[in-house]
């Protein structure tokens, strides 16, 4: 009796373990937190299979259970054994019956506790990774497959749209400077720089958000202190990169000269 309740917690675990993934990967764009947005048919997959075995677990259980009480003839699953209920047994029977009441209700009070951080996944979303986890985070941009490779003419456009992370690897690995004299608008969020100022930051990831690396870029001119955005807000920047004494080292952080600011909420897909 004692294991099909115990499959029954077991059952209902995998079912809202299941409802959680699908509720943040079938349901909404919650996923995109966690891991890439290529990873979202994956996730969906694996939650239809936990609500499946789940619920093929939980009949298991129940006939289980309801296979015991006929087997006993007590609808309760309390087998009658030598003396049961005989006159003169009072001691014994009261040990016993204590014993297994502790027995089979303790351990599955106890199981049902686990069902409270599942609970947890399905009811809070946390929030996507930020500035605490950029600020102890070096910059890192990326270089390129080969040393000598040459970096794809940039699109027309002005200003020129880029992601944070391709800013970064140009401005620090690029030999011909193309972004010499381009603006360019980048988006990300606002991170505290040592010493006063800020960065324009953006986190990446590969496969899943633990394994984020932030880009970032120093923000100079008229916004970088005076008119600089609260740490941890969204905003829009366009300015011109300021090719400044960087070297080719993945820990540099290039510097851009913003002319414009623009406050805005948090991007659907927060990670580049």
């Not at 077991?10 to 996923?31: C, H, K, N």
């Not at 193309?178 to 496969?207: D, E, H, M, N, Q």
Request: charge should be neutral; hydrophobic fraction near 40%.
């Amino acid at each position: 009796m004692v294991a099909a309740v115990r499959r029954e917690v077991q059952a209902i675990l995998l079912v809202l373990l299941g409802t959680a993934l699908l509720r943040i990967s079938l349901f909404s764009d919650a996923y995109l937190r966690y891991v890439r947005a290529g990873l979202r048919p994956y996730l969906v997959a694996t939650g239809v299979a936990l609500v499946l075995l789940g619920v093929v677990s939980a009949v298991a259980a129940v006939r289980a259970m309801s296979g015991a009480a006929a087997a006993t003839g007590d609808p309760d699953g309390h087998a009658d054994g030598p003396g049961h209920g005989q006159p003169g047994d009072h001691s014994d029977h009261d040990h016993h019956g204590h014993h297994d009441h502790h027995g089979h209700h303790g351990g599955p009070r106890i199981a049902w506790l686990l069902t409270l951080p599942v609970l947890a996944i399905v009811l809070i979303t946390p929030p996507a990774l930020g500035t605490y986890t950029a600020q102890r985070s070096e910059s890192t941009a990326t270089k390129p497959a080969s040393a000598d490779a040459a970096f794809p003419p940039l699109p027309t456009g002005d200003p020129l749209v880029m992601a944070l992370g391709s800013f970064d690897a140009r401005a620090v690995w690029d030999t011909s400077a193309a972004l010499r004299g381009r603006r360019v608008k980048l988006t990300g969020f606002a991170t505290p720089k040592k010493g006063g100022g800020w960065y324009l930051t953006r986190l990446t990831i590969s496969c899943c958000a633990a394994d984020a690396l932030a880009s970032k870029v120093e923000i100079r001119g008229p916004y970088a202190s005076t008119e600089a955005p609260p740490q941890g807000s969204w905003v829009e920047v366009v300015g011109t990169w300021q090719p400044d004494g960087q070297t080719a080292q993945p820990d540099t952080i290039p510097a851009l000269t913003a002319t414009q600011l623009t406050r805005i909420p948090e991007p659907r897909n927060p990670y580049e």
